[in-house]
């Protein structure tokens, strides 16, 4: 195909648009049999549960399915609408996690869009290194990663739920979702290359029987910790992002990593 800067343009948009979205994991079931083929999609958007972007195949590393005692790949990967997917038996009850990261990428933007993306996902600090340090009006060049699980469950909770991917950034539910109920608040910790997470801005999406609602559901303490509230039945997302100087100058200015958990709250 012949490249026009109309096409170029379009090419650049669709990429930020991409960067600018949450990672995340949506199984056809939350709540699997044991031994039944389960079928992942990987979603990328800020629609929850409903995904923006899909071929993007080329990106995905190491998906699988891990429950206690054992794990399978998610493969029979392929491009499906506007999402990626593959599918996975669940070789085990109780709490199933669906997990997967991206390679890594690069993006710049211009110094606007790159403020405003700090400011939408509470990135303060960043915001703040680069006022002291004379940089608020230069573009902001990024390398980002993302992680992303989903807690699923076949038959009874066996407390597998908490259980550590081991992901350069991680939410860690400190409570079985699938033993709360609606008015809960779901205790999370958030491990970055495993130590707390401190000041992050955790966002959570809900959806159910047509209805959507995004918010922020506050920052973490000193010690990564933070109660998220689930007013509602229905399907859950939680999301939080981390950022520091990259420790590749010559590659970017930032580094970031994306981490987002899903799972139904019955």
Not at 122 to 138: Q, V, Y
Not at 238 to 264: G, L, Y
Request: charged share 20%.
């Amino acid at each position: 195909m012949k490249t026009t800067p109309s096409s170029i343009a379009l090419l650049l948009a669709a990429t930020v648009a991409a960067h600018g979205h949450v990672l995340y994991i949506m199984p056809g079931n939350f709540l699997p049999a044991g031994g039944a083929t389960i079928t992942v999609g990987f979603h990328v958007g800020d629609s929850f549960p409903e995904s923006e972007v899909g071929g993007r195949l080329d990106r995905l590393k190491d998906p699988r399915l891990i429950w206690r005692n054992g794990s399978a790949a998610i493969g029979n990967l392929r491009v499906d609408g506007k999402r990626d997917a593959g599918d996975a038996v669940a070789g085990g009850t109780g709490e199933l996690i669906a997990a997967v990261q991206t390679i890594p990428n690069l993006i710049e933007l211009n110094p606007a869009k790159f403020t405003d993306y700090l400011k939408e996902e509470g990135l303060t600090e960043t915001i703040a290194w680069r006022a002291a340090h004379g940089e608020s009006g230069k573009p902001g060049k990024e390398r980002y990663s993302k992680y992303a699980k989903a807690v699923l469950i076949a038959g009874a909770a066996n407390g597998f739920a908490s259980h550590r991917v081991g992901y350069v950034i991680e939410i860690i539910p400190e409570a079985d979702p699938y033993t709360l109920k609606p008015g809960a608040l779901l205790p999370v910790q958030v491990l970055f290359r495993g130590k707390p997470a401190a000041d992050l801005q955790i966002e959570s999406a809900w959806a159910a029987g047509g209805g959507q609602k995004t918010t922020v559901a506050g920052r973490t303490g000193p010690d990564g910790r933070t109660k998220v509230p689930l007013p509602s039945a229905g399907l859950w997302r939680i999301h939080t992002i981390k950022m520091e100087r990259c420790a590749e100058p010559s590659v970017a200015d930032w580094e970031s990593f994306w981490a987002s958990m899903t799972f139904e709250l019955r």
